[in-house]
Each structure stands twice: as structure tokens, then as C-alpha cells.
């Protein structure tokens, strides 16, 4: 592999360019919800399910911009997705604070993209400020809140770094030509294994995990349904781009068949980690970096981006209406595309990042992780990479109820 692979080749655009999956639909694992809350998956809001996403939008309320009286932004993002140092401090935080005397609020609060909207939806709803400047959704969340006119549009004369955004993301599905959304990291969905559980075997396709008698009982798929089924159409020889409700049966036929035979030890989000690294599960569907971070700890853990296709998603960020510090969060996000910011936080992350320059970079900061495949990827591994095509509102509701009909029943 090159120490420096190019993001910007076509496969990437080809992979990237579209509607993207969620990275932690469950980030604190499955709640055990029933069909009706379809949670982790699309639930229904007022606007409805994502769709395809066509970047219209009504409006957003706005309310005055007080970022240059009030030196204080309000972030929620994702757990353990910011780069932290030994003494507990976010080094890219505190940067940017005295670059800009700028103070972040940062929350670790968003576990699942259908709880956080949960909260604010009320609030939105009602034109009322959520307390935060800005957050990082998943691409389907994305197109929600922009055809239900929660989001504001980006001011990019606050934003210049957004030049270093990688070609591939530009211009996506969900919002064509980036005016609400710009990409903060991106990240596969593939196999991990733990070779003290499997016997020393490599768990590298899906019909392996599915079927392999010795695994029975000791394997997890994702509570995420574009991760899960996406890599089981793929396994099946369908194109995820464009696969019909007929393929998406099928699918579920093959999951619900492996847990009816007990192949299945259940379904999780992040919360696989530790039971595979103690091996109490022995091979599962799993996220890049999840994966990247555990092998730190025990660098015998296999992960493997399946010969017939993985899936890949991407979270980004956004400012919702009735922000009181737009700029701020704007010269926030600036701050991140800096290609040596985003090196560092990369870093620690271990996700795909999205901002030109950072492969290098990283090459200074850390060549090993430069040369990792699961955070700079090649041309080759980026060529098996494909996106689960957008749903229509129907679609959504239907597929999202045999899904959960397996995942609680």
C-alpha cells in the first residue's frame, strides 16, 4: 500500500458521493425498543424518513447572531470521537480556544442519531433554540433535518479551510452542493474476529459468519440496518446502489435463517467491543474504527473488509436553527479542516478524514497509523467500498419493520 493514498480517486467519489450509512446508530448498544419506535434505523419524524434527500428545504428559523459579543460555542458529537490527551484535555479544543478566545462547550451526547433527534426535535419544532451551535449527524439524518427546515445554511466566507474538503465529498445526494452539512469522519462496516474464539480461523466473508457451524452461537450483526443488510446484499451479489425490495427480502431471509438455526449471539452497537476482545463473541459485523483501537491493546484481532463489498458511512456537521453562535461554530468547523488539525484528531479517531492534506500530515504525526488501510485507505480496498442507495419514505417504514421484526423479535 502506499503511505499516502489519494482520496480523491474515483472510486471514492463513486463510494462517497451519495447517501452515506450511520457510523453508531446505537452507540450504547440496542435498547431492546419494539417495531413502533424504530429505533436506530429511520424512524418516522414529522417530515418523514430521509428519502433520497434533494437538498430542498423550508427555511430555517434564526434568531441574532451573538457569537461576537458571547466568545462561546456549543458542540455535541459523538462519544470517544474527539482526540484526548493523558491528562484527559482535547488538544485540538484547546487550540482552537487560543487561536480564537473562542471557549467550546463540548458534549459527549449523541449516541444514536433517532435519540438525539429526539431531544431536539421538540424544540425545533417549536423555533426554539436546543442549546447547541452545532452537532455531527449521520447523511440520512442530514437529509431530514434539511427538508424539514432545521438546519441553517453554512456561511462559507467563516469557513475558507472548506477548500481542503476532499473532491469525493463536494457534492452529495443529501445535500447537493454542501450548503448545510460538511463531513467531519468516514468509516467502514466489515468483519472482526477474535482468533482465541474462531480457533485461529480469519472470519473474512459474511456467508463464513452466517454459516460456519463453529461460530454458533457467538456472532453479533449491528443493529444498524444499512450496515447489516447492506453487507448481506453485497455478500449476495447485489448492488446496494440500487437493490429492489425483492433483494431486500432476501436479505432478511438470510438473517432471519441464521438466527433461527442460533448462529446468531444477537445484535449490538458499539457495545461489541469488549465481548469481543474478551472472545465471549467470536466474530461480528464491526466498525473501522472500533476495531482500529481495540487492536491496540491486542493486535491479534482481525478485522476484514469483505472480497465482495463492504458499506461506508460518514457523520457531519451541522448548525440548527435558533443557533445563537453561528460564526462561532462555523470558524469551529474551520478550525478542523486544517489539514494538521485534522491530523491530530484523526489520530486518536482512527476514522476515514475527510480533509485534503491530512495523509501527510499524519505521516509526520505517526507513519504506522498513515499506513493503515482502515484510516488512509487504498485504491484497492476503496474499490469494494459502496453506500446503501437512498430510501423513499415507504420504503423506509416497510424496510425498517422487518428489520426490527429480526433485531427484537
Same mark, same amino acid.
Given at each position: ?121 421538540? %424544540? +425545533?419544532?417549536? =423555533?426554539? !433554540?436546543?442549546?447547541?451551535? *452545532?452537532?455531527?449527524?449521520? @447523511?440520512?439524518?442530514? /437529509? ?88 448481506? %446484499? +453485497?455478500?449476495? =451479489?447485489? !448492488?446496494?446502489?440500487?437493490? *429492489?425490495?425483492?433483494?431486500? @427480502?432476501?436479505?432478511? /431471509? ?104 491530512? @495523509? ?50
Amino acid at each position: 500500500m502506499s503511505s499516502t493514498p489519494d482520496l480523491n480517486n474515483l472510486a471514492f467519489r463513486a463510494a462517497l458521493g451519495r447517501g452515506l450509512v450511520s457510523r453508531r446508530a446505537a452507540m450504547l448498544g440496542f435498547a431492546g425498543l419494539g417495531v413502533a419506535a424504530l429505533s436506530a434505523c429511520g424512524s418516522e419524524g414529522r417530515g418523514g424518513n430521509a428519502g433520497t434527500g434533494d437538498g430542498s428545504a423550508a427555511p430555517a428559523a434564526t434568531q441574532e447572531d451573538l457569537s461576537d459579543s458571547e466568545k462561546v460555542v456549543n458542540w455535541s458529537n459523538w462519544p470517544e470521537y474527539i482526540d484526548v490527551d493523558d491528562d484527559g484535555e482535547r488538544p485540538s479544543l484547546v487550540a482552537f480556544t487560543a487561536a480564537t478566545g473562542i471557549t467550546v462547550n463540548y458534549t459527549e451526547d449523541y449516541n444514536d442519531n433517532d435519540e438525539f433527534y429526539a431531544k431536539v426535535r421538540p %424544540l +425545533l419544532e417549536a =423555533g426554539e !433554540d436546543t442549546g447547541r451551535d *452545532t452537532w455531527c449527524s449521520t @447523511d440520512w439524518m442530514v /437529509a431530514r433535518l434539511i427538508r424539514q427546515g432545521y438546519l441553517q445554511e453554512l456561511n462559507y466566507d467563516n469557513i475558507p479551510n472548506a477548500d481542503n474538503l476532499v473532491d469525493s465529498l463536494k457534492d452529495v445526494e443529501f445535500d447537493s452542493g454542501r450548503k448545510f452539512s460538511l463531513p467531519w469522519q468516514s468509516g467502514f462496516a466489515g468483519i472482526a474476529w477474535n482468533p482465541a474464539s474462531t480457533g485461529g480461523k480469519a472470519i473474512e466473508s459474511i456467508d463464513q459468519l452466517l454459516n460456519d457451524p463453529a461460530l454458533k452461537g457467538r456472532v453479533t450483526l449491528l443493529t444498524e440496518m444499512r450496515d447489516t443488510v447492506g453487507l448481506v %446484499l +453485497l455478500d449476495l =451479489g447485489k !448492488d446496494i446502489t440500487s437493490f *429492489t425490495a425483492e433483494d431486500f @427480502d432476501e436479505a432478511i /431471509a438470510v438473517i432471519q435463517d441464521a438466527k433461527d438455526r442460533g448462529q446468531l449471539l444477537g445484535f449490538t452497537g458499539n457495545d461489541y467491543t469488549q465481548s469481543l476482545a474478551s472472545g465471549d463473541i467470536a466474530a461480528c459485523i464491526a466498525w473501522t474504527g472500533d476495531v482500529v483501537q481495540l487492536q491496540y491493546d491486542n493486535p491479534d484481532l482481525g478485522y476484514a473488509l469483505p472480497e465482495k463489498g463492504c458499506t461506508l458511512w460518514s457523520d457531519n456537521w451541522v448548525i440548527p436553527a435558533m443557533a445563537k453562535h453561528k460564526k462561532n461554530a462555523e470558524l469551529l468547523i474551520n478550525h478542523y479542516f486544517d489539514p494538521a488539525v485534522m491530523a491530530e484528531a484523526a489520530a486518536w479517531i482512527n476514522y476515514i478524514p475527510p480533509v485534503k492534506g491530512t @495523509d501527510e500530515a499524519l505521516m509526520e504525526i505517526d507513519p504506522e497509523i498513515a499506513g493503515n488501510e482502515l484510516i488512509l485507505p487504498s485504491d484497492e480496498v476503496l474499490s469494494r467500498a459502496h453506500v446503501f442507495r437512498g430510501l423513499t419514505d415507504q420504503e423506509e417504514t416497510d424496510f425498517t419493520a422487518k428489520f426490527q421484526a429480526i433485531v427484537v423479535g
